[in-house]
């Protein structure tokens, strides 16, 4: 992530920034984003995840059982949950542990330690993989789509969503796209290897709509939604404002990998046949994989979001397109010897 100062706010106005903020995944992609940004401003910063980084003070606990992680947000002003299982094919009890009997834990840490605002990060996903164009906030989330991770997401919700109404804690919730960045495990850096080793296809013939936001944006955002009143018992969408096709999107990775033009690609129907083949043959070999129907029906997505309520609300103005956010991960890659 490239430093720069706090975003402004609507009608000019400056988000309050925390002195002392906690965050959960803190080791994970978006978790390091905000802690190195809110360090850069000046707030002191600690976290959990599986794993203990004593650099970042970040203290290593089980998010799904309550325990001495929870103590480490002590004194904390702001707390912010991006913990959660990112896959579509983790068994729906993990999703149902992790990603959302997490939030509650998080959020009992938050009211023990003192904090003043706590931000839930859910998920585009919440609304389902196919849903109504330029969707809002309004729009009904999944409850039963039959995939672990957009049910969890939806589901992640609503402990936050209590918690501010009872006036037990002001909450605020986040629903990035699809965000990528240097660190990027899914939309950068597992790509790029599947396409290397000749692995990765597309559904959709390549079509389907990437809503990209680059890091720097979605860190962006969420510290307007945690530092203005504004956003305060408030949902947000947060995107870079337009979507892409995957086929553009995933040309850089193809360039990187020194092949040329877009991925192979599919119609859906085919691509899935394709995914649940080699997703047998991963189980039967005893290797994970997230290669199945789910994540072919994730890469068609036909529609992005409106966030035109954070423009509103927050002044949220994304300042990363997607080709400035790729030539931005395309150095880092190059800088961490990844491609050449």
């Known amino acids: 992530m490239s430093a720069r100062p706090a975003p402004t706010g609507t009608g000019g106005q400056t988000p309050v920034l925390p002195k002392k903020v906690f965050v959960t995944g803190a080791s994970g992609f978006i978790g390091r984003g905000l802690l190195e940004r809110y360090r850069d401003l000046g707030a002191e910063v600690c976290g959990m995840d599986v794993g203990a980084d004593a650099q970042w003070n970040v203290v290593a606990g089980d998010i799904g059982e309550p325990g001495p992680w929870q103590q480490h947000a002590q004194g904390c002003d702001l707390?912010?949950?991006?913990?959660?299982?990112?896959?579509?094919?983790?068994?729906?009890?993990?999703?149902?542990?992790?990603?959302?009997?997490?939030?509650?834990?998080?959020?009992?840490?938050?009211?023990?330690?003192?904090?003043?605002?706590f931000v839930h990060v859910s998920s585009g996903g919440a609304y389902g993989w196919h849903r109504p164009p330029n969707t809002d906030e309004l729009c009904p989330i999944t409850t039963l789509s039959g995939n672990s991770y957009q049910d969890a997401k939806a589901a992640s919700e609503h402990p936050a969503l209590a918690a501010h109404a009872s006036g037990e804690m002001a909450c605020t919730i986040v629903r990035p796209g699809d965000v990528y960045?240097?660190?990027?495990?899914?939309?950068?850096?597992?790509?790029?290897?599947?396409?290397?080793?000749?692995?990765?296809?597309?559904?959709?013939?390549?079509?389907?709509?990437?809503?990209?936001?680059?890091?720097?944006?979605?860190?962006?955002?969420?510290?307007?939604?945690?530092?203005?009143?504004?956003?305060?018992?408030?949902?947000?969408?947060?995107?870079?404002?337009?979507?892409?096709?995957?086929?553009?999107?995933?040309?850089?990775?193809?360039?990187?990998?020194?092949?040329?033009?877009?991925?192979?690609?599919?119609?859906?129907?085919?691509?899935?046949?394709?995914?649940?083949?080699?997703?047998?043959?991963?189980?039967?070999?005893?290797?994970?994989?997230?290669a199945n129907k789910q994540s072919m029906l994730?890469?068609?997505?036909?529609?992005?979001?409106?966030?035109?309520?954070?423009?509103?609300?927050?002044?949220?103005?994304?300042?990363?397109?997607?080709?400035?956010?790729?030539?931005?991960?395309?150095?880092?890659?190059?800088?961490?010897?990844?491609?050449?």
């Open 79 to 117: 707390v912010i949950n991006t913990a959660a299982v990112v896959s579509n094919s983790a068994p729906p009890q993990l999703h149902r542990k992790i990603t959302v009997g997490g939030v509650r834990h998080t959020l009992d840490a938050a009211v023990t330690g003192g904090a003043q605002r």
């Open 298 to 340: 994730m890469l068609s997505k036909a529609e992005t979001f409106s966030i035109e309520k954070a423009r509103q609300l927050l002044g949220y103005e994304p300042q990363v397109d997607v080709a400035e956010g790729m030539r931005r991960t395309e150095e880092a890659l190059k800088a961490q010897g990844l491609i050449g």
């Open 181 to 290: 960045g240097p660190a990027s495990r899914p939309w950068i850096l597992i790509p790029l290897e599947l396409l290397k080793k000749g692995q990765f296809l597309l559904p959709a013939h390549g079509n389907g709509v990437f809503s990209a936001i680059y890091i720097d944006d979605l860190v962006d955002g969420i510290v307007l939604a945690a530092g203005l009143e504004a956003g305060a018992g408030q949902i947000f969408n947060l995107t870079s404002g337009y979507g892409v096709s995957a086929n553009e999107f995933f040309s850089n990775h193809m360039r990187w990998a020194g092949k040329s033009g877009p991925p192979r690609s599919f119609s859906t129907p085919t691509a899935i046949r394709i995914a649940e083949t080699v997703r047998v043959i991963f189980k039967l070999i005893g290797k994970p994989t997230e």
